[in-house]
Structures are given as structure tokens and as C-alpha cells.
């Protein structure tokens, strides 16, 4: 039983970190968006370097979400007593 708590708790840990994570880069590809395209509007001449640069720091902020759902399932797939809540649920 204390197997099936443990993997219950890792489940629930991975899915509140994917939604912070999901969230929190939401929130900063929002205001990066919102910071190009005012700049754009500012200055046109300037659209190719900022797109360029908008894009990259999206990727970046894109990447921080993979990772946090990389470890959510390492926690949900790969903890050492994955052979006991197998044989739980049978």
C-alpha cells in the first residue's frame, strides 16, 4: 500500500508542476510577444532583429516547460518502486 500512496503523491507532484510550469510560460511568452510587437510598432524598421531575437527568447521559455514535463515523467514512470505498484494493480 505504501507504494500505491507513493505513486499516487509522485502523479499528483508531476501534475502540478507541468501546470506551473505551463503557466508560468504562458505568462512570460505573453509578455515577451507584447514587448516585440510594441517595439515593432515603435520602430518598423527594426522587425527583422526583433522577430529574430523574440524568437529564440520563446524558444528558451518553451524549453523551461519541456523540461518541467520531462520531470514530470521521470516522476511518474521511473521511480524505484515502479515493480511494486505493477504488481498492485495487478
Known amino acids: 500500500m505504501e507504494a500505491l500512496q507513493f505513486f499516487v503523491v509522485s502523479s499528483f507532484s508531476a501534475a502540478l508542476a507541468i501546470a506551473i510550469a505551463a503557466f508560468g510560460c504562458g505568462i512570460g511568452q505573453g509578455m515577451g510577444l507584447k514587448a516585440a ?3 515593432i510598432a515603435r520602430n518598423p524598421e527594426s522587425s527583422g532583429k526583433v522577430t529574430v531575437t523574440m524568437l529564440i527568447g520563446l524558444a528558451m521559455i518553451e524549453s523551461l516547460c519541456i523540461y518541467a514535463l520531462v520531470i ?10 515502479a515493480a511494486a505498484i505493477a504488481a498492485l494493480l495487478g
Not at 514530470?72 to 518502486?81: G, N
Open 72 to 81: 514530470s515523467l521521470i516522476l511518474i514512470y521511473a521511480h524505484p518502486q
Open 37 to 39: 510587437v510594441e517595439g
